[in-house]
């Protein structure tokens, strides 16, 4: 599935929001320095839908704050 991320990096604390169907509001305590956001961004997306970080890929907006991620559903043996 893809969805929408909006990034919010030099936060306080790591908080995943939902705000729609699709859409999500991510809170990172990392600074959008070489890369830096973005990996914690893939980690905090794979713990939030309990996926491997291997499944997640940014495929629009690496340096944006409004992201597009795909979402892979975890293959089952």
Sequence with gaps: MRIYVKVIPRSSQNKVEKISEGEYKVKLTAPPIDGQANKMLIEIL???FKISKSLISIIGG???PKKLVEVM???LP
């Design 46 to 48: 794979a713990e939030y």
């Design 62 to 64: 690496k340096s944006a």
């Design 73 to 75: 559903e975890a293959q």
